[in-house]
């Protein structure tokens, strides 16, 4: 039997399309943040791309901004009056169509109320269901651009040290199920996922990671079997 790969359904509502895939954007998060280390983005939209430094620039479109004044949120779909470049917001449409086609108010209303944290979510919530290989922040005079980028430039951890650190503060600092993360980030990174009653379990070749959960799907504890 084939296992259920990981995509939206359709009762799912935005909370749950970040606990599927928020996990494997943070992980992408620390793959960026390992390779800019202290360096500051410099956004280039004339280019379409984003600088660290003199050595890396990345590709990017814009997912949308957030006004620090009024605390609102703007997709950047929603582009009539901002008139960034057509070819910078495609990634933005996908996600309205997406949110259309699955009736997600998040993705299809162009302008909401939200902070910088609920903006890091939608961003999160994005990166894992489009597959960027991050998304990043930039201010400029009160509005934050919040962009994706898309590189093979950008190595990535696929240790089990990264995986466990990844799930552990990701369940821990956002309000998810973390059963339904656990699966989600397990099966996103192309690992086995299996689930029993009281703890599921992720596997990687011979090793493995076992979750422990309560009836209520709290953590109780996580445990790793290496191979030898």
Known sequence: MLEKEIRIEDRDTFQKIFAK???FAL???ENLAQIIGEEEGNLHID????SFGEDLEFPIQILGTLST???KWHWAWDNEEVGFPEELIEESKKVKEIGEKYN????????????LFEAH???MAVTGLLDDSAYYVVDFDGI??????KSDEIPKDETIERF???YDRFQKEFDVKARLAFEGYTKLRGYEYKEREEFSVAKMGESRVIVGFTERGNVTHIQTLLED
């Open 47 to 50: 280019k379409g791309t984003i």
């Open 164 to 166: 466990l650190s990844i």
């Open 69 to 71: 004044e009024t605390q």
């Open 104 to 115: 997600i108010a998040q993705f299809t209303t162009d302008m909401f109320d939200a902070d």
């Open 21 to 23: 895939y928020g996990a």
């Open 27 to 29: 992980d992408k998060e």
């Open 144 to 149: 934050t651009f919040f962009v994706s980028i």
């Open 121 to 123: 979510v939608i961003a």
